[in-house]
T-cell receptor, first 113, second 112 residues
């Protein structure tokens, strides 16, 4: 089945630093999504990307849909303590009757205050 | 507030017991999904439904059954719970052609 490779698995950063994480796949997706999950909660959508090459921002977050449709990255600028959590990439194809998300294994972000 | 509601939030089962997890959404979404989340494994799809009365298997369906008798509800059943089913279960929904899923807050299940 389709798999997403998300890296890094975890990272510690100093408050104020920029963060970058990415996802790659052996197959193409029509949509890339980035989620954040806080402890004890479900994933919450941060950014959705629908076209190859698309670059989208949401506040301090910026994500891009790779030209090959097999990768995506997420950048967080000027990190703050509330950025702590697990970030997941997810790929989606609405082909046929399926339309289900394939998730990466997550990047755990910890910020040193 | 509109969204996806999961019940119960926590449950402890003994091996061999059965239970049903309920997911309810009030957004009139066609598609609904059940995922399980294990440490280091991310979220894996158990079963999904593309409409009332329809269900299909996902990546890890063994040991689970589902039903979608009403559009707003998606039930996940464990007929004979096993310790390997200890996990956090998430329900999600989206509209046809929707731009991202809405997740519930999860059910933490422990099988002893």
């Amino acid at each position: 089945g389709q798999q997403l490779n998300q890296s890094p698995q975890s990272m510690f950063i100093q408050e104020g630093e920029d963060v970058s994480m990415n996802c790659t796949s052996s197959s193409i997706f029509n949509t890339w999504l980035w989620y954040k999950q806080d402890p004890g909660e479900g994933p919450v959508l941060l950014i959705a990307l629908y076209k190859a090459g698309e670059l989208t921002s949401n506040g301090r977050l910026t994500a891009q849909f790779g030209i090959t449709r097999k990768d995506s990255f997420l950048n967080i600028s000027a990190s703050i303590p509330s950025d702590v959590g697990i970030y997941f990439c997810a790929g989606l194809n609405y082909g046929g009757s399926q339309g289900n998300l394939i998730f990466g294994k997550g990047t755990k972000l910890s910020v040193k205050p | 507030n509109a969204g996806v509601t999961q019940t119960p939030k926590f449950r402890v089962l003994k091996t061999g017991q059965s239970m049903t997890l309920l997911c309810a959404q009030d957004m009139n979404h066609e598609y609904m999904y059940w995922y399980r989340q294990d440490p280091g494994m991310g979220l894996r799809l158990i079963h999904y439904s593309v409409g009332e009365g329809t269900t299909a298997k996902g990546e890890v369906p063994d040991g689970y059954n589902v039903s979608r008798l009403k559009k707003q509800n998606f039930l996940l059943g464990l007929e004979s719970a096993a310790p390997s089913q200890t996990s956090v279960y998430f329900c999600a929904s989206t509209s046809r052609g929707g731009k991202g899923y809405t997740f519930g807050s999860g059910t933490r299940l422990t099988v002893v």
